[in-house]
């Protein structure tokens, strides 16, 4: 005569042998035993998890007035579309499981006391070494394919667009959600963001090396385990 079993939520079956002895398939036992939650039989998916990263790299390239200058150290970035200047900013997210599925993502910025005009958000396409990066190389001996980060080294559409009217201020804008799914499945596709405007009213931003935490670039995601 079959049974069937219930452990922990999961069940497995078991057999009456003539003898009126049990037998446990072990296997089928084993098997639900150690399933994750979400994947034993009758069991509730996890719940969604929100993570909040600090910048893990942000420079800004100065490309009208010093081409040549490495920004890194520095506790702020310029943005400008007079005095032509790029920030970039990377996030690591290793933390979060590559089958996560993306629900939200936000980016966190500060007004470093210098408040302006609309500025543009764009994927970036190639690799950048903020110890090195200049506008006119990503890394030691390393062009850009766009100089000063331009396309094609950065994406042509937008995936976020905000105004930093109000100095002193932190402001929140989500990012395209599918970018942000693309960094978490292919950790390697994660170059960071560019930050550009085409007005001559640029804003200047707090940088991760700012004393407070609250005014470093952060970026919260909101996933599915």
Not at 85 to 105: C, E, K, N, S, Y
Not at 112 to 123: I, R
Not at 154 to 182: E, H, K, W
Request: glycine share 8%; net charge negative.
């Amino acid at each position: 005569m079959a049974l069937a079993w219930v452990l922990g939520g999961c069940s497995f079956s078991t057999t009456v042998e003539p003898s009126g002895n049990l037998v446990i398939d072990a296997r089928e036992r084993d098997a639900a035993i150690d399933a994750p939650p979400d994947a034993r039989i009758g069991g509730e998916p996890l719940p969604p998890m929100t993570t909040s990263f600090t910048s893990a790299g942000d420079i800004y390239l100065r490309t009208s007035l010093a081409p040549n200058e490495n920004t890194n150290g520095a506790d702020f970035f310029i943005v400008d579309g007079d005095n032509i200047a790029t920030g970039l900013v990377q996030f690591d997210l290793a933390a979060i499981p590559t089958t996560a599925v993306v629900m939200t993502a936000e980016m966190m910025l500060y007004v470093d006391g210098d408040s302006g005009a609309e500025v543009s958000v764009y994927q970036m396409l190639e690799s950048w070494d903020e110890a090195t990066a200049t506008s006119n190389q990503r890394a030691t001996g390393m062009a850009w394919l766009g100089a000063g980060a331009t396309p094609p080294s950065r994406g042509a559409t937008a995936i976020s667009t905000f105004t930093p009217a109000m100095p002193n201020t932190t402001y929140t804008f989500a990012l395209t959600t599918s970018v942000v799914q693309a960094w978490v499945a292919a950790p390697a596709s994660n170059f960071g963001v560019a930050i550009a405007t085409v007005n001559s009213d640029g804003p200047r931003f707090g940088a991760r090396e700012k004393a407070a935490a609250t005014q470093r670039p952060a970026l919260r995601v909101t996933y599915q385990p």
